[in-house]
């Protein structure tokens, strides 16, 4: 069963399976301790820490192993701010940064601290200039991620960088994506990453606080790894998980793999608009993660779609691997302006067979072309069914006639998406050029997806007003 969603987790490397089997055996004793079961486990977790920093780029006295990547953000989001008390309590961050950054920023709000995000673009980019921009006398630390986990777009954290040391501010990357694929350019302050990223075993993370760099751990004092990451090493996890990126790094195909990969993407980025009807490929074209690409299907239900990707044999997860659990849509869909319904990210581990991308581009047009039918799509252009059709019997959209004739409302009060965008889709076309169609929606995804839907059909998205009972869009056709 191939498996596509290596952003959230890649498959465990080969030489991690190896390198943690062995390390079982030599480094379960306590690293302080001078007896000579503590001094093997202290070489390895030293031999581990060097081997980490050369991959990373920095020096091992300025590394830290922490229980997870997240935990990595969190700690170095909190000891950078706290040590920047009197310069300011402003937290500068992208739309798009992962969930672990937004919950610590809500943390450092909720204990009066101040918190600014800097806008993407719709290919979810952050310009360097609006960085610059946004850095005031206040501002306390920067956090940019250095790819998206979602989009795969990467952000210009050379440039960032640069900018945020002219002012004085540290820069935090979180590189939990981008490590594997090499070092993280630029002049940052701090940087955060996971090693089941990269085929590591999970439970491992590093934090990087650079010499010069300001920084106050917070919570209760612990002599261990600086007193930056409390708690015992799990040195066997610690030695696989550096040996799996060192190998990564070590190889010399590592380049003409990540060549490969983005080869394989491209295919999936030009075939899938070509195979399925009303697509829109997200992300930034060029300046993106070789092996991960997303795209989003029109009138489609995503978790639908992801469990009959399932049923064909492909694991591949939709929208934000974090937030899958909730029903609220995508912040970083949201904050790029684009479709979150019907969302596909598909991100391919070291290896994938070019057989299992060609397959999966065979599947994909009849399983979105399935759930269409069963959500009452009435054509794969979503045009208005004719009189009498079976899809207009079973899933006809509540419509009135509006204030003239040339508008109409659609009532889809209690629906969730796509049932919204697929009513407003049948009925565009019952109004003349100029007229409007106004739909009553109660579920948080319309405010997303009625705007995408008019930007992907080349018509006017006139905003939203308060109903009675969520919210009224208003559409106006111009084609």
């Known amino acids: 069963m191939p498996y596509f969603d290596a952003a959230s987790s890649a498959p465990l490397h080969p030489v991690a399976r190896e390198a943690l089997l062995a390390s079982l055996d030599e480094g379960w004793a306590d690293p302080a301790r001078l007896y000579r079961e503590g001094r093997r486990g202290r070489l390895l977790l030293d031999a581990a820490r060097e081997a980490a920093a050369e991959a990373v780029g920095c020096r091992p006295d300025e590394l830290v192993f922490t229980p997870s990547g997240t935990q990595a953000v969190h700690l170095g989001v909190a000891g950078a701010l706290a040590a920047r008390r009197r310069v300011g309590r402003r937290l500068l961050h992208s739309a798009v940064e992962h969930s672990c950054v937004l919950h610590a920023a809500e943390v450092h709000e909720a204990a009066g601290g101040t918190r600014a995000e800097l806008a993407v673009d719709r290919t979810g980019r952050v310009a360097a200039g609006d960085v610059a921009a946004a850095l005031t006398p206040d501002t306390a630390l920067v956090a940019l991620q250095s790819a998206n986990h979602e989009v795969g777009t990467e952000q210009p954290v050379e440039e960032a ?22 070092p993280v350019p630029g002049d940052w ?41 409390p708690g015992f090493e799990n040195i066997p996890a610690i030695v696989a998980a550096v040996a799996s990126l060192r190998a990564l790094r070590a190889d010399a195909g590592t380049a003409t793999e990540a060549a490969r990969l983005r080869q394989l993407v491209n295919r999936i980025r030009t075939r899938v608009p070509a195979l399925v009807p009303e697509v829109e490929v997200v992300g930034d074209p060029v300046h993106r993660l070789p092996h991960l690409v997303t795209f989003s299907c029109l009138y489609v239900d995503g978790e639908t779609l992801l469990h009959e990707l399932d049923r064909a044999g492909f694991s591949v997860s939709s929208g934000s691997s974090c937030t899958s659990s ?20 598909v991100s391919l581990p070291y290896g994938t067979k070019e057989a299992d991308v060609d397959r999966f581009l065979e599947v994909l047009p009849g399983v979105v072309r399935s759930v269409r039918e069963r959500l009452g799509v009435p054509s794969v252009t979503a045009e208005a069914p004719e009189a009498g059709s079976a899809a207009e019997a079973d899933e006809a959209p509540r419509t009135a006639a509006g204030a003239g004739s040339e508008d109409l409302v659609v009532d889809s009060l209690g629906r969730r998406c796509p049932i919204p965008v697929i009513e407003l889709a049948k009925v565009i076309g019952k109004v003349p050029v100029g007229g409007t169609v106004t739909v009553l929606s109660d579920d948080e995804a319309a405010r997303q997806d009625i705007p995408a839907w008019c930007t992907m059909r080349e018509q006017e998205y006139l905003g939203e007003r308060a109903a009675e009972r969520g919210a009224a869009y208003v559409v106006r056709r111009r084609v």
């Open 161 to 182: 960088a640069g900018l945020c040391r002219e002012s004085g501010v540290p820069l935090l990357v979180d590189a939990a994506q981008s490590l594997p694929w090499g």
């Open 189 to 229: 302050s701090l940087l955060a990453a996971s090693a089941h990223k990269w085929g590591g075993p999970p439970g491992v993370g590093l934090l990087v606080v650079r010499k010069g760099t300001r920084f106050a751990p917070q919570g209760p004092a612990d002599e261990r790894e600086s007193g930056r990451s």
């Open 326 to 345: 909730t029903l609220a849509p995508s912040h970083v869909l949201r904050a790029m302006g684009v479709l979150s319904e019907g969302n596909v990210r």
